[in-house]
């Protein structure tokens, strides 16, 4: 990984923990406070390098990320602890970073 794709990755993942959090229980938890924002930002640049940037493949890496659920085997899709309305500004964060790449 080259110092310019991890720099942007760090920058990335500063914006989504930033305004993207969990809400549980109507406790919001934003995702630098969980420590989520740098792995799903890794997870996203991805979309991003291969330009292939839509609502489906951010739906897809926030069903496949995992969070483990207090102490049981299972673990909870992100995408079922982010709101709607955080969800759609992860989007249009994420289209304004499309744009910068």
Not at 48 to 66: M, R
């Amino acid at each position: 990984m080259s110092s310019n794709s991890t720099e942007f990755i760090e920058t990335l993942a500063a914006e989504i923990g930033a305004v993207v959090y969990l809400d549980v229980a109507k406790w919001h938890l934003y995702l630098n406070d969980a420590k989520l924002h740098q792995p799903l930002a890794e997870q996203l640049y991805r979309l991003l390098e291969d330009n292939n940037l839509t609502e489906n493949a951010v739906q897809q890496v926030l069903q496949s990320f995992g969070i483990k659920s207090w102490g049981r085997p299972r673990e909870i899709p992100l995408a079922d602890l982010i709101p709607l309305q955080c969800q759609l500004d992860l989007m249009d964060l994420l289209e304004k970073q499309q744009q910068e790449l």
